[in-house]
């Protein structure tokens, strides 16, 4: 399988915990990006890395959130201090760069249930 | 804010033609018309997207009026597993400043394949 791949598929923590959830984007991707999904709503943009550079965050990305690329390869997403409000899905996705065909693939999502 | 109107849902037959659409007449002229499918607790799936010609691929087919407010997804057959969440997104496809990258999902249309 050469998609987009998440892990772990599911998680359910207690709040105030620290999780950590891993994207590996399409190999020759360099763009990789991470939405943020609730019930009944579209996913919403959290961030964005070209390579292993952050170039953009949402205001969504509160100080308890962070994303690291470190080798500009798989991406991880920090939640330190969980709330309820965090529960969702967690979802990434990547895409190339230039040309045409800049179109983002997704991956299956990571569902973060915080009890 | 999505740059989008969808109707919240629709019906279609099994084996018929499901016809999708999205309204988008604010839409820039170097803003490209995206369509991403999302299957329930599965990631969203780009179908396909266009400038303003007509496209077709193996999935779908996106009609875009001549002004370009508005568009039409085709299935043209559409089966049970075409259930799901259809998104109607218009984005720049290079970069053009801040945000531009982002994909800003609607609540789509809820498309139900009837038997």
């Known amino acids: 399988d050469t998609g987009v791949s998440q892990n772990p598929r599911h998680k359910i923590t207690k709040r105030g915990q620290n999780v950590t959830f891993r994207c590996d984007p399409i190999?020759?991707?360099?763009?990789l990006y991470w939405y943020r999904q609730t019930l009944g709503q579209g996913p919403e943009f959290l961030t964005y890395f070209q390579n292993e550079a952050q170039l953009e965050k949402s205001r969504l990305l509160s100080d308890r959130f962070s994303a690291e690329r470190p080798k500009g390869s798989f991406s991880t997403l920090e939640i330190q201090r969980t709330e309820q409000g965090d529960s969702a899905m967690y979802l990434c996705?990547?895409?190339?760069?230039?040309?045409?065909?800049?179109?983002?693939?997704f991956g299956q999502g990571t569902r973060l249930t915080v009890v | 804010d999505a740059k989008t109107t969808q109707p919240p849902s629709m019906d279609c037959a099994e084996g018929r033609a499901a016809n999708l659409p999205c309204n988008h007449s604010t839409i820039s002229g170097n803003e490209y018309v995206y369509w991403y499918r999302q299957i329930h607790s599965q990631g969203p799936q780009y179908i396909i997207h266009?400038?303003?010609n007509n496209e077709t691929n193996e999935m779908a087919s996106l009609i875009i009026t001549e002004d370009r407010k508005s568009s039409t997804l085709i299935l043209p057959h559409a089966t049970l597993r075409d259930t799901a969440v259809y998104y109607c997104?218009?984005?720049?496809?290079?970069?053009?400043?801040?945000?531009?990258?982002?994909?800003?999902f609607g609540k789509g249309t809820k498309l139900s394949v009837i038997p």
């Open positions: 997104i218009v984005r720049v496809a290079g970069y053009s400043g801040a945000g531009s990258y982002q994909l800003t």
């Open positions: 266009g400038l303003k």
């Open positions: 190999s020759e991707h360099n763009r």
């Open positions: 996705a990547s895409s190339r760069s230039g040309g045409m065909n800049t179109e983002a693939f």
